[in-house]
Every structure is written in structure tokens, then in C-alpha cells.
């Protein structure tokens, strides 16, 4: 049997859910409608016909979810603001939505909590999208006038921000295959709309700097692909390559080395018009960040030929990974958390956290009222030793933030697949600390993983 491994002292331990995933209360305080409000009240976009207007009641019930989480010993939580709460047609500031966030900040740091404020969860206000959203250029300015609100409201409690949450999932998933709000199936509109994130964070960081205290970190989080081809042939090897400049490198590259890849204003990809991409776009976009957050779920394989398209792309096709998988259907191999780690470190050189790892599970209740996750725990613990064999390696990994606090609205997925260390019971919204929040507080409690 091993011993136990131990994290470094301040190793940021953390959890983390999004507004509308977990709010509810779409109608109260002044909110609008956001585009994941429109999507899920669409027939045929969610599964079981769920939408987010109740979820978790997080909108009436934070003062008690907070009280858990400080419960759980957990030292930091990332939350996400809702742009149709704050600013419910995009531009003006609804002064109730604002104090809701003003409450919870306060709210975390009353019970010793680190407020980590992600901005963009994908919630789009639906008016925005009324104008083009992500794919009009002015949502640059729109999202920077939004940040610039929220910085100077919390700017003095809340120590990190980040930008974007997964700007691949708003470009491809909502514009390309259609699963994701606004439900657009154009692949060739992703990159414009790509470019249109990159903008906006770049030019949100920017403006935050001068309106928050110096000491503030600033990100973003993506949920980068860790990919590997089917086989040894060179046409998956170049289909991997291709995979990786449209799912990683067109975020990696302007934010931290400020420009596209080649390969994808060359000529080389099916889209050859880049004349979105303005003089200075790609200085704008690289404005400095303190960590990247590092969203990790599986890893992918590709190849040359397959059953369905890689999202955005014209010749990377998905193929099988044998081995476990979760009830996602998504393969297990914590390995691959430790090979993107490194390779974001060894190729861009930044500080990262890992600001969501998790997996979806059964999730039964037993007759003792209580969620045995055992899967859960297993993948948690996995992945929590990838992320120390990266730091082995060298690599720069600062925190971690289990997804998710507490089950919740599944985006696509309704309220079918649960990804908490928190039960809910939706007819009652109790919720419940599952055998996985449990192993997670020894953990941080300890700054160490149990021995195997």
C-alpha cells in the first residue's frame, strides 16, 4: 500500500457551479431572459423538457448552501454571475441583480471563503442575441461595460476573476452542432464567434485592471481537449494536429502568445476569410492573466475518417477510447489531466488552476438517506493524483475546484445526470453532503490524498 501524498501549503481547494445552472428565480429581481432561458423553455433542445427556472432555488437559498460548503471545510468557491440578472438587456445595470452578487460575495467571505467570480457562464442575455450576439463585434464592448460593473461593485472583496468559462463549448456547441444555446448548426460561424470571445476577454481584463486593487488575479478557463490519434498513421497525426489548433490553440495561442495559429488563417482549414480578425485584435486579446483555469474531463481520440464530425472542424472525427467510462459516456483516464498539465506548462508557461473535474454518477440513494458514491470518489482521487504527478513534472497547478457543489441543471442533459458532492432532491431541494463530499473534506482538511 502507498502513503499518502501531500499538497503544497496554500494549495487552493475549492468547488464550483454556474448561475443558471443552479439559481433559478428567472423572473424575480429584475432578471431577463438569457439565451439558455429561450433554449430550454425550446421543445426538443433539453433532455426530459427540464429548464433552469426553479434548479436549485440558489437565488433564495444561498445563505444556507454557503453554510455547507463552510461546513465542508472547502476554502474557495467559483461562482458564476448572471449577465441577464445584472445587466438584464445587456447594457443597463439593474441595481437588485448587482446587490444579489454584492450579498454573496459578502456572504463567502463571512465564512472564510475565497470568491473565485467567473463572469461568462454562458448565459447570454437573450437581447444581445436579438443583435447578433457572439457574432456581432460590439459584444466585445457590451461584455467589457458588464465586467467593468461587477469589478467596481466587488472588485475590493473579491480576490481572482475569470473572463470566459469554456469559450470552445459557447463557439462550437452553440454554433456549430446546435447543442448548446443559441442552437446555431453553421460551423463556420464558430471562429468568428471564437474570435469575438478572445476579444472580449482580453479587452475585459484590460479594463478590470484599472478599477480593482493590483493584487487581483485575473483568467479565464478552458476546457482544453486532450487529444491523441486513433493510430500511427500521418493522416490522423495531422487530424489530431488540425483538432488541437481548432479546439485548443485558437484560445491557447492569441491569449498567451498573442496570435492565431497558422494552420488556421493560412489557407489550411475550411474557413479561409479571417477579415473579423482586426488590426490590433490579437494585442488586445493577449492582455496578461495571473492563471489559467483548466477545465478536465476526458480525454479524446481522433482520427482521419469517422461517425461524427469533431465540432468546427473538416477532417477530425471522434473515434472510441476502450475502457471505463462514466454514465456520461465519457472515458476515465486521469492520465490525461497530467499529460495536458504538463503540456500547457512546458509549451505557454502559465500558472493554472484547475477550476473543474468531475464526473456524473448514478447517484442512488440508499435507504440510509445517504448517496454511497464510490465511483465518484474513485475518479476524484485519480485525477487528484494526476494533478500531483503534473506538479511533479514541473508543472505551475495552484488549485483545484471539484465540479460540482451541488446537482444541479445539466445544460443539454436536463436535471437527468448529476455531477454534485451535494445531493438534491428536486421535488424538496433538500440537500444532501454525498460520501464524496465527505472523502473531499478530509482531503482538504488534510492538504493530503488517503493512502491507496
Known amino acids: 500500500m502507498s502513503t499518502s501524498r501531500s499538497f503544497p501549503p496554500g494549495?487552493?481547494?475549492?468547488?464550483?457551479?454556474?448561475?443558471?445552472?443552479?439559481?433559478?428565480?428567472?423572473?424575480?429581481?429584475?432578471?431577463a431572459p438569457s439565451i439558455w432561458d429561450t433554449f430550454s423553455h425550446t421543445a426538443g433542445k433539453i433532455d426530459g423538457g427540464d429548464n433552469g427556472d426553479i434548479a436549485c432555488d440558489h437565488f433564495h437559498r444561498w445563505p444556507t448552501d454557503l453554510d455547507l460548503i463552510a461546513e465542508l471545510g472547502i476554502a474557495a468557491y467559483r461562482f458564476s454571475v448572471s449577465w441577464s440578472r445584472v445587466m438584464p438587456d445587456g447594457r443597463t445595470v439593474n441595481a437588485e441583480g448587482v446587490e444579489f452578487y454584492d450579498r454573496l460575495v459578502d456572504g463567502l467571505l463571512e465564512r472564510g471563503i475565497q470568491p473565485l467570480m467567473t463572469l461568462y457562464h454562458w448565459d447570454l442575455p437573450q437581447a444581445l442575441e436579438d443583435e447578433g450576439g457572439w457574432l456581432n463585434r460590439d459584444i466585445?464592448?457590451?461584455?467589457?461595460?458588464?465586467?467593468?460593473?461587477?469589478?467596481?461593485?466587488?472588485?475590493?472583496?473579491?480576490?481572482?476573476?475569470?473572463?470566459?468559462?469554456?469559450?470552445?463549448?459557447?463557439?462550437?456547441?452553440?454554433?456549430?452542432?446546435?447543442?448548446?444555446?443559441?442552437?446555431?448548426?453553421?460551423?463556420?460561424?464558430?471562429?468568428?464567434?471564437?474570435?469575438?470571445?478572445?476579444?472580449?476577454h482580453g479587452r475585459a481584463v484590460t479594463a478590470l485592471r484599472g478599477v480593482m486593487p493590483a493584487e487581483t488575479e485575473f483568467s479565464v478557463t478552458l476546457n482544453l481537449h486532450q487529444l491523441e490519434p486513433a493510430?500511427?498513421?500521418?493522416?490522423?497525426?495531422?487530424?489530431?494536429?488540425?483538432?488541437?489548433?481548432?479546439?485548443?490553440?485558437?484560445?491557447?495561442?492569441?491569449?498567451?502568445?498573442?496570435?492565431?495559429?497558422?494552420?488556421?488563417?493560412?489557407?489550411t482549414s475550411h474557413l479561409t476569410d479571417w477579415?473579423?480578425?482586426?488590426?490590433?485584435?490579437?494585442?488586445?486579446?493577449?492582455?496578461?492573466?495571473?492563471?489559467?483555469?483548466?477545465?478536465?474531463?476526458?480525454?479524446?481520440?481522433?482520427?482521419?475518417?469517422?461517425?461524427y464530425l469533431w465540432p468546427g472542424t473538416y477532417r477530425a472525427f471522434g473515434a472510441?477510447?476502450?475502457?471505463?467510462?462514466?454514465?456520461?459516456?465519457?472515458?476515465?483516464?486521469?492520465?490525461?489531466?497530467?499529460?495536458?498539465?504538463?503540456r500547457v506548462h512546458e509549451e505557454y508557461g502559465v500558472p493554472m488552476m484547475v477550476t473543474e473535474?468531475?464526473?456524473?454518477a448514478p447517484d442512488l440513494v440508499g435507504a440510509d438517506g445517504i448517496v454511497h458514491d464510490d465511483d465518484r470518489i474513485a475518479y476524484l482521487d485519480g485525477h487528484l493524483h494526476?494533478?500531483?504527478?503534473?506538479?511533479?513534472?514541473?508543472?505551475?497547478?495552484?488549485?483545484?475546484?471539484?465540479?460540482?457543489?451541488m446537482d444541479?441543471?445539466?445544460?443539454?442533459?436536463?436535471?437527468?445526470?448529476?455531477?454534485?458532492?451535494?445531493?438534491?432532491?428536486y421535488d424538496t431541494l433538500v440537500r444532501t453532503p454525498k460520501d464524496s463530499a465527505r472523502w473531499y473534506q478530509s482531503v482538504v482538511a488534510n492538504n493530503a490524498l488517503p493512502s491507496r
Open 357 to 360: 473535474n468531475g464526473c456524473a
Open 11 to 31: 494549495f487552493v481547494w475549492g468547488t464550483a457551479a454556474a448561475a443558471y445552472q443552479i439559481e433559478g428565480a428567472v423572473a424575480e429581481g429584475g432578471r
Open 408 to 425: 444541479n441543471f445539466e445544460w443539454a442533459w436536463g436535471y437527468a445526470k448529476r455531477f454534485g458532492i451535494v445531493h438534491v432532491d
Open 275 to 307: 477579415s473579423f480578425v482586426h488590426d490590433g485584435d490579437e494585442a488586445e486579446i493577449a492582455a496578461p492573466i495571473d492563471f489559467l483555469g483548466v477545465n478536465y474531463y476526458a480525454p479524446a481520440r481522433i482520427s482521419a475518417d469517422g461517425e
Open 320 to 342: 472510441p477510447i476502450p475502457g471505463p467510462k462514466t454514465i456520461m459516456n465519457w472515458p476515465i483516464r486521469p492520465s490525461g489531466l497530467t499529460d495536458l498539465l504538463v
Open 140 to 200: 466585445a464592448d457590451r461584455f467589457t461595460d458588464y465586467a467593468l460593473t461587477m469589478g467596481k461593485v466587488v472588485g475590493d472583496r473579491t480576490p481572482a476573476v475569470t473572463t470566459l468559462n469554456e469559450p470552445w463549448c459557447s463557439a462550437y456547441l452553440g454554433y456549430a452542432t446546435g447543442e448548446h444555446a443559441p442552437g446555431l448548426t453553421d460551423p463556420s460561424k464558430s471562429y468568428p464567434v471564437a474570435h469575438h470571445l478572445n476579444l472580449a
Open 231 to 267: 493510430s500511427l498513421s500521418e493522416a490522423d497525426a495531422e487530424a489530431t494536429r488540425h483538432a488541437d489548433a481548432v479546439a485548443n490553440r485558437i484560445f491557447l495561442d492569441p491569449m498567451l502568445r498573442g496570435r492565431y495559429p497558422d494552420e488556421l488563417i493560412d489557407g
Open 386 to 405: 494526476a494533478v500531483l504527478d503534473a506538479m511533479d513534472s514541473g508543472a505551475d497547478v495552484r488549485g483545484y475546484y471539484v465540479w460540482t457543489f
